[in-house]
């Protein structure tokens, strides 16, 4: 579905520039690029925050944002992405990013608020990995092609598994920071980044908890859905808006994904028994929240396997009622964004089930 990632390929870290007085004096930032993958591999940035005020290690948020690290704080120390920016993110022109867009989304990131709760952030800008457009000439992938090869294969990865790729470096990463509690990694995304997270969890270890936000169809909702359905995403039309995001032979299943030999609660079971919430909005049908609230059902099993009780409840609970468990669920009034609302749940959650 998502393509083979490739084997995992060495990180190595630059600082480019240190701020101990973020947020007021309450944190230190550090602006850092990373460096992997065969020669030619575009280099990534990645925006480092941790509080200054700490006892011992802290659990840290690997996080991967739609619109650039210098989006989250206003602050001239976090360098702007060189690569494609998407039309919509503020401060972009002619799809690049500009100074404009500093602090812009703050409010999307509540970077104040992680490090009042007591834990360091690490994220990187999805289209340092990967445009996000149906082109595999830029970004990780021709570097990765193999000795001979000139285009990708059909089960050859997708633009999501590259940003998983790229979460699991910016895990080699943080791991070299003292700061950091290597049993307490918590990863989140929202969207297409929340598809990528569950995906990046599935298959890493070291991410102690995820949080696929809004993730939906090709993430945590259900693929093998009526294929006539308009009221949520169907993979037909998931393959058809956005070809590149997973491997080529997915379409395969576009008019029979009752065909299809797993489902997505396969790829949560992979997260057995690690911590994965589901949070949703009450506006944001699209992502098929109930849909999501079976999958959890479908993948309880395996936690229970591992001698775990994965899912406490048997009903999706109301809006606004966070459900705690192994198994996690969230749904708020509103729409499909992620905001202050969902950072307070995402910090109970991660309190209740890392400290
Ligand atoms: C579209 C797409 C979704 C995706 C979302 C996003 O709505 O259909 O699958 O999750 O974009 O990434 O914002």
Redesign the pocket.
Known sequence: MYGFLPEPTKVTATVNAENKQALGGKATLKDVTIKFGPEGTPPVGVLFVYPNQRKGKVPTWVAIN?CGNHTAIADPAVSLPKSWCQKNCPGVKDEHATEEGRGKQADVWNLEMIIDRGYAIAMYYYGDVDPDKHDFTDGVHPHFLKPGQKQLGKHDWGSIAAWAYGIHRVVDYVLTEDVVDSKRIACVG??????TVLLAAAMDDRIALAIPH??????TAPSRVDIDRKDV?TIR??NT??PH?FCDNFVLFNETPDKLPFDQHCLLALCAPRPVLYSNAVEDQ??NPDGQFEMLKGAAPVYALLGTTGLEVKERPASRVLLDSKLGYFIRPGK?SMDREDWEIFLDYADKQLK
């Open positions: 739609f929202h969207s297409r980044l929340g598809k809004q993730a939906g169809c090709g993430g995403e039309r998931i808006v956005f995001w699209w992502a499909h």
